[in-house]
């Protein structure tokens, strides 16, 4: 069983910066891999990045380039470094865990990013 709280949304302009962390209580080690989900108002969720325990990475295209996903095993926290934000990047960031794609079978309760002006 993996526990996960996710940390650091909030209201920034656009071109501005954000890093949202995601905080396990179970190890991490324990799913193969882990990943950030997005919930846009009015749109489906969408995988938005993930990285496995060998910290190999994968982005969606809208966020590449602008995103960064790590991991801190020490800590057992996941980060999304997110860069150049834009308005179409607002939404509920949800951190994800699991074993095969889309990494989801465990899911934090989610934390809000808005970019506005």
């Known amino acids: 069983q993996v526990n996960l709280v996710e940390s650091g949304g909030d209201l920034v302009q656009p071109g501005g910066s954000l890093r949202l962390s995601c905080a396990a209580s179970g190890s991490i080690f324990s799913v193969y891999a882990m990943a950030w989900h997005r919930q846009a108002p009015g749109k489906q969720r969408e995988l938005v990045a993930s990285i496995n325990g060998r910290s190999t990475t994968n982005y969606a295209d809208s966020v590449k380039g602008r995103f960064t996903i790590s991991r801190d095993n020490a800590k057992n926290t996941v980060y999304l470094q997110m860069n150049s934000l834009k308005s179409e990047d607002t939404g509920v960031y949800y951190c994800?865990?699991?074993?095969?794609?889309?990494?989801?079978?465990?899911w934090g309760q989610g934390t809000q990013v808005t970019v506005s002006s």
């Open positions: 994800t865990g699991g074993d095969s794609y889309p990494w989801a079978d465990y």
